[in-house]
Protein backbone atom coordinates (compact mmCIF):
# COMPACT_ATOMS: atom_id res chain seq x y z
CA UNK A 1 0.00 0.00 0.00
CA UNK A 2 1.29 3.16 -0.84
CA UNK A 3 1.11 6.23 1.59
CA UNK A 4 -1.16 9.03 0.50
CA UNK A 5 0.40 12.84 -0.12
CA UNK A 6 -0.78 13.93 3.22
CA UNK A 7 1.12 11.34 4.93
CA UNK A 8 4.09 11.96 3.04
CA UNK A 9 4.34 15.79 3.49
CA UNK A 10 4.04 15.07 7.34
CA UNK A 11 7.06 13.29 7.35
CA UNK A 12 8.44 15.63 5.59
CA UNK A 13 7.40 18.57 7.22
CA UNK A 14 8.68 16.53 11.05
CA UNK A 15 12.33 15.87 9.30
CA UNK A 16 12.44 19.78 8.68
CA UNK A 17 10.93 21.06 12.11
CA UNK A 18 13.60 18.10 13.88
CA UNK A 19 16.56 19.76 11.58
CA UNK A 20 15.35 22.91 12.58
CA UNK A 21 16.15 22.16 16.21
CA UNK A 22 19.38 20.20 15.85
CA UNK A 23 20.45 24.14 14.07
CA UNK A 24 19.45 26.10 17.31
CA UNK A 25 20.42 23.24 19.86
CA UNK A 26 22.60 25.46 22.16
CA UNK A 27 26.33 23.86 21.71
CA UNK A 28 29.76 25.50 23.14
CA UNK A 29 31.05 28.36 21.29
CA UNK A 30 33.92 26.31 20.55
CA UNK A 31 31.59 24.13 18.81
CA UNK A 32 29.44 26.08 17.01
CA UNK A 33 31.15 26.46 13.76
CA UNK A 34 31.43 22.63 13.33
CA UNK A 35 28.04 22.29 13.69
CA UNK A 36 26.54 20.66 10.02
CA UNK A 37 23.85 22.97 8.41
CA UNK A 38 21.03 20.34 9.13
CA UNK A 39 18.03 22.23 7.61
CA UNK A 40 19.72 22.76 4.63
CA UNK A 41 20.81 19.03 4.79
CA UNK A 42 17.50 18.01 4.77
CA UNK A 43 16.11 20.71 1.86
CA UNK A 44 19.15 19.03 -0.19
CA UNK A 45 18.06 15.42 0.71
CA UNK A 46 13.61 16.04 -0.01
CA UNK A 47 14.71 18.09 -3.20
CA UNK A 48 16.57 14.98 -4.72
CA UNK A 49 13.83 12.41 -3.68
CA UNK A 50 10.55 14.39 -4.21
CA UNK A 51 11.38 17.28 -7.02
CA UNK A 52 8.28 17.54 -9.07
CA UNK A 53 6.85 18.38 -4.85
CA UNK A 54 9.64 20.71 -4.22
CA UNK A 55 8.08 24.79 -4.27
CA UNK A 56 10.65 27.78 -4.30
CA UNK A 57 7.84 29.35 -2.08
CA UNK A 58 7.92 27.05 0.78
CA UNK A 59 11.48 27.31 0.96
CA UNK A 60 11.24 30.84 1.25
CA UNK A 61 8.86 30.86 4.24
CA UNK A 62 11.34 27.92 5.83
CA UNK A 63 13.98 30.35 5.49
CA UNK A 64 12.05 33.47 7.30
CA UNK A 65 11.39 30.85 9.83
CA UNK A 66 14.50 30.21 9.78
CA UNK A 67 16.22 33.49 9.63
CA UNK A 68 13.41 34.63 12.56
CA UNK A 69 14.17 31.17 14.56
CA UNK A 70 18.42 31.72 14.79
CA UNK A 71 18.20 35.73 14.85
CA UNK A 72 20.04 36.21 11.32
CA UNK A 73 19.49 39.16 9.14
CA UNK A 74 16.51 38.75 7.40
CA UNK A 75 16.61 37.26 3.75
CA UNK A 76 19.87 35.38 5.10
CA UNK A 77 18.55 31.49 4.93
CA UNK A 78 15.64 32.38 1.94
CA UNK A 79 18.40 32.94 -0.20
CA UNK A 80 20.69 29.92 0.99
CA UNK A 81 17.80 27.64 0.66
CA UNK A 82 16.09 29.08 -2.60
CA UNK A 83 19.76 28.88 -4.48
CA UNK A 84 20.74 25.69 -3.26
CA UNK A 85 17.23 23.65 -3.95
CA UNK A 86 17.17 25.83 -7.37
CA UNK A 87 20.62 23.63 -8.15
CA UNK A 88 19.39 20.47 -6.44
CA UNK A 89 16.34 20.76 -9.16
CA UNK A 90 18.36 21.18 -11.73
CA UNK A 91 20.87 18.27 -10.89
CA UNK A 92 18.96 15.31 -9.37
CA UNK A 93 18.63 13.28 -12.32
CA UNK A 94 22.48 13.25 -12.07
CA UNK A 95 23.20 13.16 -8.73
CA UNK A 96 20.76 10.25 -8.19
CA UNK A 97 23.64 8.19 -9.86
CA UNK A 98 26.49 9.49 -7.63
CA UNK A 99 28.07 7.61 -4.96
CA UNK A 100 27.54 8.02 -2.02
CA UNK A 101 31.20 9.87 -1.61
CA UNK A 102 30.71 11.92 -4.46
CA UNK A 103 26.88 12.30 -3.38
CA UNK A 104 28.81 14.09 -0.55
CA UNK A 105 30.94 15.94 -2.33
CA UNK A 106 28.26 17.75 -3.86
CA UNK A 107 26.92 18.57 -0.82
CA UNK A 108 29.98 20.00 0.12
CA UNK A 109 29.81 22.34 -2.62
CA UNK A 110 26.28 23.40 -2.26
CA UNK A 111 26.38 24.00 1.21
CA UNK A 112 30.00 25.98 0.57
CA UNK A 113 28.45 28.53 -1.72
CA UNK A 114 25.52 28.25 0.89
CA UNK A 115 28.24 29.20 3.34
CA UNK A 116 29.49 32.22 1.15
CA UNK A 117 26.26 33.77 0.61
CA UNK A 118 25.44 33.61 4.36
CA UNK A 119 29.18 35.27 4.58
CA UNK A 120 28.35 38.18 1.84
CA UNK A 121 25.17 39.16 3.83
CA UNK A 122 26.68 39.10 7.02
CA UNK A 123 28.87 41.03 5.18
CA UNK A 124 26.16 43.54 3.87
CA UNK A 125 25.14 43.15 7.59
CA UNK A 126 28.65 45.30 8.84
CA UNK A 127 29.80 41.72 10.73
CA UNK A 128 33.33 40.67 9.45
CA UNK A 129 34.41 37.94 9.98
CA UNK A 130 38.00 36.67 9.00
CA UNK A 131 39.43 33.49 7.20
CA UNK A 132 38.09 30.53 6.12
CA UNK A 133 36.26 29.01 9.15
CA UNK A 134 33.07 30.00 7.72
CA UNK A 135 33.20 27.32 5.56
CA UNK A 136 34.03 24.53 8.12
CA UNK A 137 29.95 23.81 8.43
CA UNK A 138 30.03 22.55 4.70
CA UNK A 139 33.00 20.44 5.42
CA UNK A 140 30.54 18.97 8.76
CA UNK A 141 27.70 18.88 6.70
CA UNK A 142 29.60 16.47 3.60
CA UNK A 143 30.78 14.47 6.35
CA UNK A 144 27.35 13.97 8.04
CA UNK A 145 25.65 13.74 4.58
CA UNK A 146 26.12 9.85 4.34
CA UNK A 147 25.01 9.07 7.44
CA UNK A 148 21.48 11.01 6.93
CA UNK A 149 21.07 9.77 3.74
CA UNK A 150 21.63 6.38 5.33
CA UNK A 151 18.90 7.05 7.68
CA UNK A 152 16.24 9.16 5.55
CA UNK A 153 16.60 6.00 2.66
CA UNK A 154 15.79 3.77 5.77
CA UNK A 155 12.63 6.04 6.92
CA UNK A 156 11.53 6.72 3.24
CA UNK A 157 11.84 2.65 2.65
CA UNK A 158 9.60 2.02 5.85
CA UNK A 159 7.29 4.42 4.39
CA UNK A 160 7.11 3.31 0.79
CA UNK A 161 8.06 6.72 -0.48
CA UNK A 162 8.73 6.56 -3.83
CA UNK A 163 11.40 8.78 -5.71
CA UNK A 164 9.96 10.84 -8.17
CA UNK A 165 10.89 10.72 -11.95
Not at 5 to 26: G, Q
Not at 79 to 104: K, N, P, T
Not at 129 to 135: H, Q, Y
Request: aromatic share 12%; with cysteine.
Amino acid sequence: MLPDRASVYILVVLTVFVAMLLDVYPLALEYRIFRPQFTLLVVIYWVYILPQSSSMALLLLLGLLQDVTVGAPLGQHPLMLIMVGYLCLRSYRRVRHFARWQESLWVLLLVASAQLLAYWVQALHGRQMDGFEFLLPAVASACCWPLLAMVFDRLRRHYRIARQV
